[in-house]
C-alpha cells in the first residue's frame, strides 16, 4: 500500500505541478483576451442575469430555473475548500495566496462562462426528456467524432472522482466535525447523512435544485455575515492585511510565529492550487449543472454560470482569508479547517467553533448534492440512463462509506482524478474558444450592444 500511495503521491504532484497551473491560467487569460475582458466588465450584468433568473422566461428549454441551476453549481463548489482550503494555502503560501487565489479566480471568470456557454449551446435532450449537457456533450457535439475520446474520458475521470471529493471526502469532514465539536459518533453523523441525501436525490435535479436554491443563499450569507462581524472587530487591521497580501504575492514570507516562510512561487503554487480547488474552474463541472437550467440564451447560462466563481472566491473565499490575517492565527502554525475555526474563536469566543462546525456540515452536506447529479450525467454518458437510479443508490450508500473511514489514500486519488477531469475540459475549451466567442458576440448584438461587448450592463439584462 506505501508503494501505491507513493506512486500516487508523485503523479499528484506532477499533474498539479506548474504545468497543469500555467494551463488553467493559461486557458483563462486566453478566453478573457478573445472576450475582450467581457466577463470582468460584465460582472453587474451577470448579477442581474442571476436576479432574473429566479423566475425563467416562458418556453425557455431546461429543468430547472437558471437560479437553480447556480445554486446546485453553487451547493457542489462552495464547500471545505472555502473553509480548509483557503487556511492550507495561506498556512503554506502565506498572505500572498490570497492575492493568487483572486487572479485565479478574475480569469476562472471567463473559463466558468465558457464552460456553461458551450454546455448549453451544445445540450441534447435524453431519454427521460431531460435537457443534459457538459465538456463530454460539448466536446461530442462541436469537435466531432474524432475528439470523442477525450469526453469520454472526462465522462470517466468525472464519474469516478465524484465518489472521493465530492461524496466520501465531504462525509468524513462532516463525521469528524461532528464529532469533535458536538460529541456525535461518526455512525450517527453517517446515519443521518445517509437518509437525508438518499431523501433528497431520489427526487432527480428538480429536488437537488429546490434543497440548494434554499441551502445555498443561507450558507453564504450567513457565513458572509459573520465574517463581516469578526473583521467589524479588527476593522484597524483591515488596511494591514491587505498591505500583507499584495506585498507577499510578489515578495518571500519571512518565517514568523508558527509559520516556516514561504517563496513567492509557493504562494503562486498554493493560491492558484487552492482557488481552483474551491471554485473549480477549469474543471467543467458547473456546465453539468447549468445545461440542465431553463434559458433562452447560452450566453445568458454562461453570465449566470461565471458568476458562480465570483460568488465563490472573491466573496466567500475572501471572507476566509482575511479572517485568518487580521486575527493573526495565520502564523500559529494551524493548517486546514483546525486553522480557520482558531481564527473565527479567536474573535467569537465560545461561538466561532461552533459556528464554524455548522459551517463545515452545511457546505460540505451540499457538496455531496452537487456532486452527485455531476457524477450520475457522467455516468449516463457513458453507460445511458438506465445508469441513474443504481447510481444514486450506489452514491448514498458511500456516504455512509466516507463518515466512518480512514481516507487519505481516496483524497490523494481524487485529487488526482480532478487533474484528469480539467485536462480535457481545458483542451476543449481552447479548441473551441471560436464558438465562445461567435456566440456572444451573436447574443450581444441581438441586445443592441456593440460587438466590442462594451456598453451598458443593463443594456444586455433586458
Known amino acids: 500500500m506505501e508503494t501505491i500511495t507513493a506512486v500516487v503521491t508523485a503523479i499528484n504532484d506532477f499533474v498539479w505541478g506548474p504545468p497543469m497551473l500555467v494551463l488553467i491560467l493559461g486557458t483563462g487569460l486566453f478566453l478573457q483576451l478573445r472576450l475582450k475582458l467581457m466577463p470582468i466588465r460584465r460582472i453587474g ?14 418556453g425557455a428549454a431546461g429543468e430547472i430555473s437558471p437560479y437553480a441551476a447556480l445554486m446546485t453549481a453553487l451547493a457542489a463548489t462552495v464547500g471545505i475548500g472555502n473553509i480548509a482550503g483557503v487556511a492550507t494555502a495561506i498556512a503554506l503560501g502565506g498572505p500572498g495566496a490570497l492575492f493568487w487565489m483572486w487572479m485565479t479566480a478574475l480569469v ?15 445540450r441534447e435532450t435524453d431519454d427521460h426528456g431531460e435537457q443534459v449537457g457538459g465538456p463530454m456533450y460539448a466536446i461530442k457535439n462541436g469537435l466531432g467524432k474524432r475528439w470523442r475520446w477525450l469526453g469520454t474520458a472526462f465522462a470517466v475521470f468525472g464519474g469516478l472522482a465524484g465518489f472521493g471529493i465530492g461524496n466520501m471526502v465531504q462525509s468524513n469532514s462532516i463525521a469528524e466535525v461532528m464529532s469533535s465539536s458536538f460529541g456525535v459518533s461518526p455512525w450517527t453523523s453517517g446515519v443521518v447523512m445517509t437518509v437525508l441525501t438518499g431523501f433528497v436525490l431520489l427526487g432527480g435535479v428538480k429536488r437537488i435544485g429546490a434543497v440548494a436554491e434554499k441551502l445555498v443563499p443561507f450558507m453564504c450569507v450567513g457565513y458572509v455575515v459573520v465574517s463581516l462581524t469578526v473583521l467589524g472587530l479588527y476593522a484597524e487591521q483591515i488596511p494591514a492585511a491587505f498591505a500583507l497580501i499584495f506585498h507577499h504575492a510578489f515578495n518571500p514570507t519571512a518565517a514568523t510565529g508558527g509559520f516556516a516562510g514561504a517563496a513567492v512561487m509557493m504562494a503562486m ?9 474551491s471554485n473549480e474552474a477549469g474543471l467543467g463541472t458547473a456546465g453539468i449543472a447549468q445545461a440542465a437550467g431553463r434559458s433562452r440564451h447560452a450566453a445568458e447560462s454562461g453570465l449566470v454560470g461565471m458568476m458562480g466563481t465570483f460568488i465563490d472566491t472573491l466573496i466567500v473565499c475572501t471572507m476566509t482569508g482575511l479572517v485568518l490575517i487580521v486575527t493573526g492565527a495565520w502564523n500559529s502554525g494551524l493548517k486546514g479547517a483546525v486553522l480557520s475555526s482558531s481564527a473565527f474563536e479567536t474573535a467569537l469566543p465560545g461561538f466561532g467553533a461552533h459556528f464554524l462546525a455548522v459551517a463545515i456540515v452545511v457546505f460540505a452536506y451540499t457538496t455531496i448534492l452537487g456532486w452527485a447529479y455531476y457524477g450520475e450525467k457522467c455516468w449516463a454518458y457513458l453507460v445511458g440512463t438506465s445508469a441513474e437510479k443504481p447510481y444514486r443508490l450506489v452514491w ?4 455512509l462509506v466516507g463518515a466512518v473511514t480512514h481516507l487519505d489514500f ?7 482524478l480532478n487533474a484528469f477531469m480539467a485536462f480535457p475540459n481545458l483542451v476543449s475549451l481552447v479548441l473551441l474558444a471560436p464558438v465562445v466567442r461567435k456566440v456572444t458576440q451573436e447574443y450581444f448584438e441581438r441586445q443592441g450592444v456593440p460587438a466590442g461587448f462594451v456598453g451598458r450592463a443593463a443594456e444586455s439584462a433586458r
Open 45 to 58: 450584468t451577470g448579477f442581474l442575469m442571476v436576479w432574473r433568473g429566479r423566475r425563467p422566461a416562458d
Open 108 to 122: 476562472g471568470m471567463a473559463t466558468k462562462y465558457a464552460e456553461v456557454l458551450l454546455a448549453v449551446h451544445f
Open 269 to 277: 503554487r498554493y493560491g492558484v492550487a487552492r482557488g481552483i480547488f
Open 396 to 399: 448514498t450508500a458511500f456516504v
Open 410 to 416: 481516496v483524497w490523494l486519488v481524487s485529487d488526482t
